[in-house]
């Protein structure tokens, strides 16, 4: 059995979240560093992936050296961060919200939209500790229904696992799930997806950070088919604060008529809050797949 085909095992998946529930934060934290180093200095392609969107964000004055080290700091943050999701899953929800905090008047202007008969779209980036962030979300007993990863491997299997055992009705990603969530949405329920899961085969190609990227049609599609509100929640950490939650919305999608323009207007102005958000904390921003297109004559990894 290869290395890789061991790590993504049933078997070792268990024994890293009973690792992670029933350790110190800081053995916890230590061990992910211990991790976090291999994979930097193994040149595994996952860093590779990480340098060269980086490269996007901080602009032609990054020289290779800060580069590496930005991307050195993405794996580091995503390690800590996948420790603590795993000690808090499956733990009560007052300990959840003490792990991340949820602003209560953001989930007050939800559930403001849902007593108007209003669909609710949050679109979360992948911004820190999202997946706690999304638990915690959760935890406020909002009625979550979450788009997810089509064919999950084993790794998000478990990690939808824990998203059902904190309250929410996970959906992998299917032509009847997503009728299923535009359903929901007409009928004045709350869907969650993601803003930033680059979409490779998307014919119209909008631009992030000046550049043509493949960043998703996908929810400003769904957010004008639904008439739909839109929320952008966002996750950022603090060493003196923790994990925070912040949402912005309600933001009402643009419908002039014109659908396919529309969709445009939409995403551009969700990639606008996407840059914002990446270019305040690039060290947090956990996208392990290419963003935008390889340039002609780069050799990818």
């Not at 904190?166 to 869907?191: C, D, Q």
């Not at 049609?217 to 769904?222: D, V």
């Not at 996750?235 to 919305?249: N, Q, R």
Request: a neutral charge; glycine letters at 8%; hydrophobic letters at 45%.
């Amino acid at each position: 059995m290869r290395l890789e085909d061991l790590a993504e095992s049933e078997f070792a998946l268990r024994a890293a979240v009973a690792f992670c529930r029933h350790t110190p934060r800081w053995v916890g934290h230590a061990v992910a560093r211990g991790a976090a180093w291999i994979a930097n200095r193994g040149e595994m392609e996952i860093h590779a992936t990480v340098q060269e969107n980086l490269r996007h964000v901080l602009g032609p004055g990054a020289d290779d050296a800060t580069l590496r080290e930005a991307a050195r700091r993405v794996i580091v943050h995503f390690a800590q961060a996948n420790y603590d999701f795993f000690h808090v899953a499956g733990r009560p929800a007052e300990e959840i919200l003490a792990a991340v905090r949820v602003p209560e008047r953001a989930t007050a202007r939800m559930r403001g939209e849902l007593a108007k008969g209003r669909g609710v779209l949050v679109l979360f980036a992948h911004m820190s500790n999202f997946d706690l962030a999304g638990v915690g979300l959760a935890a406020t007993g909002l009625p979550l229904q979450v788009l997810s990863l089509a064919n999950p491997t084993t790794t998000f299997r478990l990690q939808n696992r824990v998203r059902a055992e904190a309250g929410m009705a996970v959906m992998p990603i299917s032509p009847e799930t997503l009728r299923a969530a535009m359903r929901s949405l007409r009928s004045g329920g709350i869907v969650v997806s993601s803003m930033d899961r680059p979409v490779p085969r998307e014919e119209d190609l909008v631009d992030v950070f000046g550049e043509p990227s493949y960043v998703p049609l996908g929810p400003a599609r769904m957010a004008f088919m639904t008439k739909a509100t839109i929320f952008i929640a966002t996750c950022w950490f603090d060493t003196a604060e923790g994990y925070t939650l912040d949402i912005l919305g309600p933001i009402e999608a643009v419908r002039s008529g014109d659908r396919r323009q529309d969709i445009l207007t939409n995403t551009r102005r969700l990639a606008g809050h996407l840059e914002e958000f990446v270019r305040a904390r690039p060290e947090q921003w956990m996208m392990f797949h290419p963003f935008w297109p390889m340039k002609p004559g780069k050799v990818s990894g």
